[in-house]
């Protein structure tokens, strides 16, 4: 079983940053084999992916986010972050860390809210 824990959400206001964490424990066949991601969900809406980081640390972006947020992974440390900049009120979301390696785990999630 993979623990994930999610840190570093909060209220922003629009045009402001965010740095959001995602540490994994437990049964690790080795944190460098999985496929990172980050999820969102908003009210009412399909949760659906905001960036991805593979094992050879290839990256890909919503068209949402894309220029605004990064994503990236410390394999030593077991961790992935989202870098969020830019941020609009329509970022205001859960934002759920994600790990795949042959089973897909999930953390609990973090809330950020973009409001003046």
């Known amino acids: 079983q993979v623990q994930l824990v999610e840190s570093g959400g909060g209220l922003v206001q629009p045009g402001g940053s965010l740095r959001l964490s995602c540490v994994a424990s437990?049964?690790?066949?080795?944190?460098?084999?999985?496929?990172m991601a980050w999820y969102r969900q908003a009210p009412g809406k399909q949760r659906e992916l905001v960036a991805a980081?593979?094992?050879?640390?290839?990256?890909n972006y919503s068209a949402s986010v894309k220029g605004r947020f990064t994503i990236s992974r410390d394999n030593a440390e077991n961790t992935v972050d989202l870098q969020m900049n830019s941020l609009k009120p329509e970022d205001t979301a859960v934002y759920y860390c994600?790990?795949?390696?042959?089973?897909?785990?999930w953390g609990q999630g973090t809330q950020v809210t973009v409001s003046s």
């Open positions: 980081i593979t094992r050879s640390r290839s990256t």
């Open positions: 994600n790990a795949r390696y042959i089973i897909s785990y």
């Open positions: 437990g049964s690790l066949f080795g944190f460098g084999m999985y496929d």
